[in-house]
C-alpha cells in the first residue's frame, strides 16, 4: 500500500520551456504533499508544502513565482517549472503524507529535469 | 527548531559484517523519527519509524534502530551487510509545532558501501 507516482521520470527540455511533475497518491488520500529538489550526492531540499485546496507553503529562497505547485484534489499535486533554465536541472522528488504527525511520507520515485 | 545530524557521509562495510548509521537530532519537543533509503534514481523508501512506545524499532530488510532519548540518537544497525543494502540513508525528524503543522527535517544522508 501507499504508492506514490511520480511523472515524467525525466524530461529533457530546452531553455526557456515551462515543465509540468504530477504527484499522485494512487492508494490513499494525501493531506499534505511535499515537494523536494536534490542535488548530486545532497540530502533533499524542502521547496513547499501544499495541503488539498489551499496555497502551498513555499520555502525561504524558492521562488513562487518560478514553481508553481497545484494541489487540486486529496490524490494530485503538480508542479510547474515555469521558464526553466540549465540552472533549474536537478532531481525533483515529491512525497505524500496522510493523517496525523507520526505519519511517514511516501515518496515518489523522482523526476530527472535536463534544460539544455 | 529541529535539527538531524548523519555522522559521516559515507559507511564502508564488507558483506556480511554489522551495519551502524548513525544520527543524533535536537529538538525541544518528543520527535517522531524515521529511517529512509534510497536507491540511485529512485525516491526514498521508509525502512522503519518511531513514533512512541518500544524503543527499539524493526524495519524492512533486517534493519533496527534504537531510540535512545538521554543520547538523542536514532541510530540504524543490521546485523549483517548484503551487497543489496548498498544505497543511500537518510534520517529523518518531525516535531509538531504550532498550528498543528509541522516540516520534516532530514539529515545530509550516509551513503553505505558494501564491499565482496
Known amino acids: 500500500g501507499a504508492v506514490v507516482s511520480q511523472h515524467p521520470s525525466r524530461v529533457i527540455c530546452k531553455s526557456g520551456t515551462s515543465v509540468k511533475i504530477e504527484c499522485r497518491s494512487l492508494?490513499?488520500?494525501?493531506?499534505?504533499m511535499f515537494w523536494y529538489r536534490q542535488f548530486p550526492k545532497q540530502s533533499l531540499m524542502l521547496m513547499a508544502t501544499?495541503?488539498?485546496?489551499?496555497?502551498?507553503?513555499?520555502e525561504q529562497g524558492v521562488e513562487k513565482d518560478k514553481f508553481l505547485i497545484n494541489h487540486a484534489s486529496l490524490t494530485l499535486s503538480t508542479l510547474t517549472v515555469t521558464s526553466a533554465h540549465p540552472e533549474d536541472s536537478s532531481f525533483y522528488i515529491c512525497?505524500?503524507?496522510?493523517?496525523?504527525?507520526?505519519?511517514?511520507?511516501?515518496f515518489g520515485d523522482g523526476t530527472r529535469l535536463s534544460i539544455l | 527548531a529541529q535539527s538531524v545530524t548523519q555522522l559521516g557521509s559515507h559507511v564502508s562495510v564488507s558483506e556480511g559484517a554489522l551495519v551502524l548509521l548513525r544520527c543524533n537530532y535536537s529538538?525541544?519537543?518528543?520527535?517522531?523519527l524515521f529511517w529512509y533509503v534510497q536507491y540511485p534514481n529512485q525516491g526514498l523508501q521508509l525502512l522503519l519509524k518511531?513514533?512512541?512506545?518500544?524503543?527499539l524499532v524493526k524495519g524492512i530488510n533486517g534493519f533496527e534502530a534504537e531510540f535512545k532519548k538521554s543520547e538523542t540518537s536514532f541510530h540504524l544497525t543490521k546485523p549483517s551487510a548484503h551487497m543489496s543494502d548498498a544505497a543511500e540513508y537518510f534520517c529523518?525528524?518531525?516535531?509538531?509545532?504550532?498550528?498543528?503543522?509541522?516540516?520534516?527535517?532530514f539529515g545530509r544522508g550516509t551513503s553505505l558501501i558494501v564491499h565482496p
Open positions: 512525497s505524500a503524507r496522510a493523517g496525523g504527525l507520526d505519519q511517514p511520507q511516501h
Open positions: 492508494d490513499f488520500q494525501a493531506t499534505t
Open positions: 501544499s495541503n488539498e485546496g489551499s496555497k502551498a507553503t513555499y
Open positions: 529538538s525541544s519537543v518528543p520527535p517522531y
Open positions: 518511531y513514533t512512541t512506545g518500544a524503543t
Open positions: 529523518a525528524v518531525s516535531v509538531s509545532a504550532s498550528g498543528g503543522s509541522y516540516i520534516p527535517t
